[in-house]
């Protein structure tokens, strides 16, 4: 059954109780639920994603709505960050049934298989390597054609893909005007931009399709694929939103070794509280920034840093908060020809008709630029191996198949934290640093669960990822130089103008950096594991160390950050979660 208030409630005690109704929990809470005999209980601090403003969610295009300043987000700021002039950062995190999978951009990519290699040997566990977890991958999803019904046989390869998982997911719904210029310049500069027919086979080098996770031209969430799926069919499955996890509970010990298996929850940070109870364990799926938060407020982390908010010490794990890692983000534009087709009229406001139509054609057939995301091509690329940068500063990345930056381009003004222009037409590049070596913290600000963590991406803290977003921006201009984009491009816009014009230096490219990065939003490593003793926050099944009744499914799990968009990585890593959650408990 589906609750609003824990008065609700029927019963406190279940099998399983799951906090948090984002990808690892949406995943994890519908798996064990197959089972009739498992009772399962997930409890969301945010809101339902039907009714009110819910086209946010459902419509892709829309999805910059449903994530800032909305109801569907914890509106969090980050600290201010030193490497960008000091700004504090706005930083979106889903507050609502899917958790961010309901607010976020919809890339649908994966990282390399050194990634998952890499994972697999942090963690001691062959069952993260690339061959093991590929299954997962496909588990979770259901290729299905665009929504404008074109052939895609070419613009993925199934091999590497499922056919009947619960997540719906496809490559654009709706062809662009530089489509076929972007494609053409992975044939002129291919040696540098080549194509790739499938950055999610595990190759991940080279421009190609981009997936998302769409369906019917709808956007596809851990709640739509598995969660509601689950709850409207099953009867031992109960989901409490609006509610917060606000601490565990010590329930006994094995020797010096505490037990977790009772929650604290509230909707109030003064309210009354109840106490949940799982006969078999709690599971952590409150994301990178709830868990780490959530195991601090039980005084599970560092015992000085708790000390500084009043909270007593329960279990020593000082990793907890301690790992965050993020991409940074910086979008450039550039003007285009007068003559151009682009989707600006929309995206600036300037043809509010048009827009309008967009909606009407959605609501009629879900079709149109509504029924797609920002970009429709996507690139992972690596820094010359003789590149001085790489010599200077080290190789932050997986492996020789392992990105160091991505471009992504889109089909009008595109930016996460510039002031819109009133007029005009452009394309957009995202250029994101994807194999980051700076790490940042969730800190508790408070004992109050109810107050925000302090949130530090430490964006920059090392000169390589600030030279890597600098080599990527000049590559970005290097792309648009092809020749098939003569006549199109007009030049840059506002400050990169003069950034990347003849008289332009790195230092103003850096100094434009340091201005307008932001966060594509997507914290993890927050609670990593590792499989040696004394390192690492959860162990190779994900059981939270030194203490039992705990375990963590989401992304604050990954000890790196994977090297693209990594919800589907979450998904993959959930599913193979769920199945050595059934196995430790003989389901
Ligand atoms: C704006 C935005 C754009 C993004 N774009 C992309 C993209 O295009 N492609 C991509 O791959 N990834 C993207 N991401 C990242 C991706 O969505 C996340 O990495 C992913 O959803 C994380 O999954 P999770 O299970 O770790 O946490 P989440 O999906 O965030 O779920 C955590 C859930 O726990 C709940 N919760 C937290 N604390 C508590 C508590 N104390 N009690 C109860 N519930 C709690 C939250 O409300 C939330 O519902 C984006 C994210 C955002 C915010």
Not at 43 to 49: R, S
Not at 203 to 232: E, F, V
Not at 415 to 443: E, H, L
Not at 542 to 559: E, Y
Request: net charge neutral.
């Amino acid at each position: 059954a589906f609750y609003t208030d824990p008065s609700q409630l029927k019963q406190t005690t279940y099998d399983f109780v799951i906090v948090g109704a984002g990808i690892g929990g949406g995943v994890v809470a519908a798996r064990l639920s197959e089972n009739p005999s498992v009772k399962v209980l997930v409890i969301e601090a945010g809101v339902d994603d039907t009714g009110y403003r819910s086209e946010q969610i459902q419509i892709p295009f829309m999805c910059g709505q449903a994530s800032v300043d909305s109801p569907f987000d914890w509106n969090y700021t980050t600290t201010p960050q030193k490497a960008l002039n000091n700004q504090a950062i706005g930083y979106a995190r889903g507050f609502v049934m899917g958790g961010s999978s309901s607010t976020n951009y919809l890339i649908w990519t994966r990282g390399s298989s050194d990634d998952f290699n890499r994972f697999a040997k942090v963690a001691g566990d062959n069952s993260y390597s690339w061959n093991s977890i590929l299954p997962y991958f496909k588990k979770s999803e259901r290729h299905v054609i665009p929504s404008d019904g074109r052939n895609d046989s070419a613009e993925y390869l199934p091999a590497f893909h499922g056919f009947s998982g619960p997540l719906a997911f496809s490559t654009t719904g709706n062809l662009s005007g530089i489509d076929d210029k972007i494609l053409a310049t992975t044939k002129e500069l291919s040696a540098e931009f080549p194509f790739n027919q499938d950055t999610n086979s595990g190759k991940l080098l080279g421009l190609g399709w981009q997936q998302d996770a769409i369906g019917n031209g709808t956007r596809q969430s851990s709640s739509s694929a598995y969660l509601k799926p689950a709850l409207n069919s099953r009867s031992n499955i109960d989901v409490l939103i609006h509610t917060r996890a606000t601490r565990l509970l010590k329930t006994g010990s094995t020797g010096s070794v505490p037990e977790f298996k009772s929650l604290e929850i509230a909707t109030t940070s003064t309210g009354p509280r109840t106490k949940i109870t799982a006969r078999k364990e709690i599971i952590l799926s409150a994301g990178a920034i709830g868990t780490p938060q959530i195991l601090m407020l039980s005084g599970i982390g560092n015992a000085a840093d708790l000390a500084k908010v009043g909270i007593n010490s329960t279990v020593s794990l000082p990793e907890v908060g301690t790992n965050l890692q993020d991409h940074p983000l910086t979008s450039t534009q550039w003007e285009v020809s007068p003559d151009a087709v682009t989707r600006d009229g929309i995206v600036l406001g300037t043809d509010p008709a048009a827009a309008q139509a967009a909606v009407e054609r959605w609501n009629t057939n879900r079709t149109g630029v509504m029924s797609t995301t920002l970009s429709n091509h996507m690139g992972f690329f690596r820094l010359p191996s003789n590149s001085s940068v790489l010599a200077k500063y080290g190789d932050g990345s997986s492996g020789p198949g392992s990105a160091h930056y991505e471009l992504a381009w889109v089909n009008n003004f595109m930016t996460i934290n510039q002031p819109f222009p009133t007029s005009g037409k452009y394309v957009a590049n995202i250029n994101v640093v994807v194999s980051p070596t700076s790490r940042g913290s969730v800190t508790l600000a408070s004992s109050d669960p109810f107050a925000a963590p302090l949130i530090d991406p430490n964006f920059y803290n090392t000169d390589l990822d600030l030279q890597v977003m600098l080599e990527s921006i000049k590559a970005s201009k290097r792309f648009i130089s092809a020749k098939v984009w003569d006549g199109y491009i007009v030049k840059p816009y506002g400050d990169l103008e003069q950034a990347l014009g003849p008289n332009g230096t790195d230092a103003d490219i850096i100094a434009y950096i340091r201005q307008w990065t932001g966060s594509i939003k997507h914290p993890m490593c927050t609670a990593p594991v590792n499989g040696a003793k004394g390192k690492g926050v959860v162990d190779a099944n994900l059981k939270v160390k030194n203490l039992t009744g705990v375990r963590i499914v989401d992304g604050s799990v990954f000890p790196y950050i994977p090297a693209a968009a990594p919800q589907a990585a979450i998904y993959g890593v959930s599913e193979l979660a769920a199945d050595k959650i059934k196995k430790s408990w003989g389901l």
